[in-house]
């Protein structure tokens, strides 16, 4: 970091200081390509159930080994909806029904992390710097994807939807935060009168100082115009690092692609939701899990919504650190596991199909013995999404990706 970028980060601290619920920091972006593409991605925090989002009902061993959460098989009201011969959806994720059948919703199977730990946070770590079993990584790739995208100039060119700024986002480049709560409060700062005294404090420095301190300013008001009159019906629990359960966070979808519909110049956005870590009662077509799933399917269908027109130049990826146990355990819930699924939403997505390599759950294929196994690499998904949705080249995808080099050709249908 040389002596301009240090004073950026340096200001950028400061002036979050003074700006409850913003942080962001700012750094000249690298930019080599020129699409205006956008990225959305939402981290299901917890590890989800992939086999109860997906059902695998044409596998009977997904019966023997479920037999108080496992749904029944699409054929009556209440149950799996079909998505082809052999799967179904969670019937509380009706609500993305019309897009899976518009071919704008596609799911990933058996895929996930390499990596073997089955510790929250530590997955969540590596999912979020997009390095494995890398535990002193200083970035997240959301933030090297920034350094290859063209710097717009824009103070939301990146949005965070949490309370603080996440991994995937840790970096040099501008991040602009807002935190949701139970009701949006304003923060001393967006009195007119404090905002005044601070803005005389800064001005006429012509220095990186006032420059960083302008444009925390300049998010945090486009924020707070975009979202004028709107309450989220959601709190902060400590749980699932700080995000806020999906069933207490209704508004994220309208929220955000409001945000993102007003301002053009959005070009990421992440969303962190938990209370998927189901080790107890997780129910089947109806319970825990059914609940959360009701609201993150009407959310991300309100999502899509929002967005407008843009919808078509937006990919959702949805994502999760890792699954759970192919068994049930004796509490009618599931234990952390291994391999997972990815959810893909928007306009170029090539949808209404399942992706991935999937070999039944009989015993011999089940990773350890008791686990999906990760037949997909998640930075395989990622990258053939980003590099064609993004127009990104061989060179910039393994600048987001050190180390990794993406060559499962069995992905390149995904984008059209």
Same mark, same amino acid.
Request: proline share 5%.
């Given at each position: 970091?040389?002596?301009?970028?240090?004073?950026?980060?340096?200001?950028?601290?400061? +002036?979050?200081?003074?700006?409850?619920?913003?942080? =962001?920091? =700012?750094?000249?972006?690298?930019?080599?390509?020129?699409?205006?593409? $956008?990225?959305?991605?939402?981290?299901?925090?917890?590890?989800?159930?992939?086999?109860?989002?997906?059902?695998?009902?044409?596998?009977?061993?997904?019966?023997?080994?479920?037999? /108080?959460?496992?749904?029944?098989?699409?054929?009556?009201?209440?149950?799996?909806?079909?998505?082809?011969?052999?799967?179904?959806?969670?019937?509380?994720? +009706?609500?993305?029904?019309?897009?899976?059948? /518009? /071919?704008?919703?596609?799911?990933?199977?058996?895929?996930?992390?390499?990596?073997?730990?089955?510790?929250?946070?530590?997955?969540?770590?590596?999912?979020?710097?997009?390095?494995?079993?890398?535990?002193? =990584?200083?970035?997240?790739?959301?933030?090297?994807?920034?350094?290859?995208?063209?710097?717009?100039?824009?103070?939301?060119?990146?949005?965070?939807?949490?309370?603080?700024?996440?991994?995937?986002?840790?970096?040099?480049?501008? +991040?602009?935060?807002?935190?949701?709560? +139970? $009701?949006?409060?304003?923060?001393?700062?967006?009195?007119?009168?404090?905002?005044?005294?601070?803005?005389?404090?800064?001005?006429?420095?012509?220095?990186?100082?006032?420059?960083?301190?302008?444009?925390? !300013?300049?998010?945090?008001?486009?924020?707070?115009?975009?979202?004028?009159?709107?309450?989220?019906?959601?709190?902060?629990?400590?749980?699932?690092?700080?995000?806020?359960?999906?069933?207490?966070?209704?508004?994220?979808?309208?929220?955000?692609?409001?945000?993102?519909?007003?301002?053009?110049?959005?070009?990421?956005?992440?969303?962190?939701?938990?209370?998927?870590?189901?080790?107890?009662?997780?129910?089947?077509?109806?319970?825990?899990?059914?609940?959360?799933?009701?609201?993150?399917?009407?959310?991300?269908?309100?999502?899509?919504? =929002?967005?407008?027109?843009?919808?078509?130049?937006?990919?959702?990826?949805?994502?999760?650190?890792?699954?759970?146990?192919? /068994?049930?355990?004796?509490?009618?819930?599931?234990?952390?596991?291994?391999?997972?699924? !990815?959810?893909?939403?928007?306009?170029?997505?090539?949808?209404?199909?399942?992706?991935?390599?999937?070999?039944?759950?009989?015993?011999?294929?089940?990773?350890?013995?008791?686990?999906?196994?990760?037949?997909?690499?998640?930075?395989?998904?990622?990258?053939?999404?980003?590099?064609?949705?993004?127009?990104?080249?061989?060179?910039?995808?393994?600048?987001?990706?050190?180390?990794?080099?993406?060559?499962?050709?069995?992905?390149?249908?995904?984008?059209?």
């Amino acid at each position: 970091m040389n002596r301009r970028e240090f004073l950026k980060a340096a200001g950028m601290a400061t +002036a979050s200081c003074f700006l409850p619920g913003f942080q =962001a920091w =700012a750094v000249e972006s690298n930019s080599k390509t020129s699409s205006n593409k $956008k990225l959305v991605v939402v981290f299901l925090r917890g590890a989800i159930d992939g086999l109860n989002v997906v059902v695998p009902h044409g596998d009977p061993a997904y019966y023997s080994m479920r037999q /108080k959460i496992a749904l029944q098989a699409p054929g009556s009201p209440g149950t799996a909806l079909a998505l082809d011969r052999d799967f179904a959806l969670h019937p509380s994720l +009706a609500a993305l029904m019309p897009l899976w059948q /518009k /071919k704008k919703l596609a799911f990933v199977l058996n895929a996930g992390s390499p990596d073997p730990t089955r510790s929250h946070f530590d997955a969540q770590d590596y999912m979020e710097t997009g390095m494995p079993g890398n535990k002193v =990584a200083s970035t997240g790739w959301m933030q090297r994807l920034l350094a290859q995208m063209p710097d717009n100039h824009s103070p939301v060119r990146a949005i965070n939807v949490g309370s603080t700024t996440p991994r995937i986002l840790a970096g040099p480049i501008a +991040a602009a935060t807002y935190a949701p709560s +139970a $009701k949006r409060r304003r923060a001393p700062i967006d009195r007119a009168d404090i905002s005044s005294e601070f803005q005389q404090m800064y001005k006429g420095r012509n220095d990186d100082l006032e420059h960083a301190f302008l444009e925390g !300013i300049a998010a945090r008001n486009t924020i707070n115009t975009a979202l004028a009159g709107d309450e989220m019906n959601a709190e902060m629990q400590a749980a699932n690092g700080g995000a806020l359960a999906a069933n207490k966070f209704g508004g994220f979808g309208k929220q955000l692609g409001k945000l993102m519909h007003d301002e053009a110049k959005v070009q990421v956005a992440f969303v962190a939701l938990g209370g998927f870590d189901t080790h107890v009662n997780q129910g089947n077509e109806k319970g825990q899990l059914a609940n959360q799933l009701n609201v993150l399917g009407t959310g991300l269908s309100e999502l899509s919504a =929002a967005l407008g027109p843009s919808f078509d130049d937006t990919t959702i990826m949805v994502i999760s650190e890792f699954g759970r146990t192919a /068994k049930e355990n004796g509490n009618g819930g599931t234990d952390h596991g291994h391999g997972n699924l !990815i959810w893909l939403l928007g306009g170029d997505i090539n949808g209404g199909k399942l992706y991935g390599r999937w070999n039944g759950m009989s015993q011999k294929e089940l990773y350890e013995g008791r686990d999906l196994p990760v037949s997909t690499d998640f930075r395989s998904v990622i990258s053939s999404v980003i590099g064609e949705h993004l127009r990104l080249s061989q060179s910039q995808l393994e600048a987001i990706f050190p180390g990794f080099k993406f060559t499962d050709k069995s992905l390149s249908s995904i984008i059209v």
